[in-house]
């Protein structure tokens, strides 16, 4: 059974940092690019970065290019989102997902960033 | 890259048909065959239900279609039930290689 399980979501300050991870199980973790996702509170789905294979090419929205940056670690099923310089607009739910033939066919339960004074 | 165009809400009686717009445009959903669409209850995970405009994953039932004309692409839920009830997303990948959702529409199962 594929699972997908993020952490590392928590409250920080405008202008910190988090790292949030996702662990991945059920399938072939380095075999497939990777997503990561975001809702805010009562908002739709944003997509904010991909990941390919290896990790080595990624590629991110324009609300986070330059402060965030994703990563991976495929001998430990792993996948990774460095925040930094956070704003309150990216207080959200933080999925990390599978993709899936350019599309995310398996999403974790999420986790819960909050950015506040 | 803006998002795409999807009508806030849209309802149907059980066993009734429903079509979801989601209009983008030639950067994104004119221009490429990645369309996905996605479900979401209250307080869960989104769920994917259909991929390259028109392809069901496995376990997604056949009363799910998609389809792409233009720059705008359709999701029919036919047959509703009243665990349809959600809110739906459409998505495109687009040019610069990056994905764009739609803002959600509710379906409500009336």
């Known amino acids: 059974e594929v699972q997908l399980m993020e952490s590392g979501g928590g409250f920080v300050r405008p202008g910190g940092s988090l790292r949030l991870s996702c662990a991945a199980s059920g399938f072939s973790f380095g075999s497939y690019p990777m997503n990561w996702v975001r809702q805010a509170p009562g908002k739709g789905l944003e997509w904010i970065s991909y990941?390919?294979?290896?990790?080595?090419?990624?590629v991110y929205a324009d609300s986070v290019k330059g402060r965030f940056t994703v990563s991976r670690d495929n001998g430990k099923n792993s996948l990774y989102l460095q925040m930094t310089s956070l704003r309150g607009e990216d207080t959200a739910v933080y999925y990390c997902a599978k993709d899936h033939e350019w599309a995310s066919d398996y999403w974790g339960q999420g986790t819960q960033v909050t950015v506040s004074s | 890259q803006s998002a795409l165009t999807q009508p806030p809400s849209a309802s149907g009686s059980p066993g009734q048909s429903v079509t979801i717009s989601c209009t983008g445009t030639?950067?994104?959903?004119?221009?490429?065959?990645?369309v996905s669409w996605y479900l979401q209850h209250p307080g869960k995970a989104p769920k994917l239900i259909i991929y390259?405009?028109?392809e069901r994953p496995s376990g997604v039932p056949d009363r799910f279609s998609g389809s792409k004309s233009g720059i705008t692409a359709s999701l029919t839920v036919s047959g509703l039930q009243a665990e349809d009830e959600a809110d739906y997303y459409c998505?495109?990948?687009?040019?610069?290689?990056?994905?764009?959702f739609g803002g959600g529409t509710k379906l409500i199962v009336l």
């Open positions: 030639n950067s994104d959903i004119g221009g490429y065959n990645h």
């Open positions: 390259e405009v028109s």
């Open positions: 990941i390919n294979r290896d990790g080595s090419a990624a």
């Open positions: 998505c495109s990948f687009a040019d610069t290689d990056k994905w764009v």
